[in-house]
């Protein structure tokens, strides 16, 4: 199971720290992403991680402001967003999936979704 938090609204230039909470004791073996759907569009990545965290991948749109990490020892993925631009304003998900990549049909477990909001 993954829960998200740490969503909010934010004005544009701020920042925001998205957690992502995971069960289980094998969350250390899945590599584990962010993706996010804006009102009227599809879901889209964001950010990845592999499994020990020593690889990353970013969409472009957000590379240089949005930076994902992960704490195996608390179960938790984190997605420091700074510099938030209007068009970040999105419903974001966390996954997880046993292979690192930046297809969400590689990722077979999601969470709830936090809604993030920045205004102009």
């Known amino acids: 199971q993954l829960v998200e938090s740490g969503g909010g609204l934010v004005q544009a230039g701020g920042s925001l720290r998205l957690s992502c909470a995971a069960s289980?004791?094998?969350?250390?073996?899945?590599?584990m992403g962010w993706f996010r759907q804006a009102p009227g569009k599809v879901r889209e990545f964001v950010a990845s991680?592999?499994?020990?965290?020593?690889?990353?991948y970013y969409e472009d749109s957000v590379k240089g402001r949005f930076t994902i990490s992960r704490d195996n020892a608390a179960n938790t993925v984190y997605l420091q967003m700074n510099s938030l631009k209007p068009e970040d304003t999105a419903v974001y998900y966390c996954?997880?999936?046993?292979?690192?990549?930046?297809?969400?049909?590689?990722?077979?477990?999601w969470g709830q979704g936090t809604q993030a909001t920045v205004s102009s």
């Open positions: 996954a997880a999936g046993l292979r690192f990549d930046r297809d969400e049909r590689r990722y077979n477990n």
């Open positions: 289980g004791r094998t969350f250390s073996i899945y590599a």
């Open positions: 991680i592999n499994w020990s965290g020593s690889s990353t």
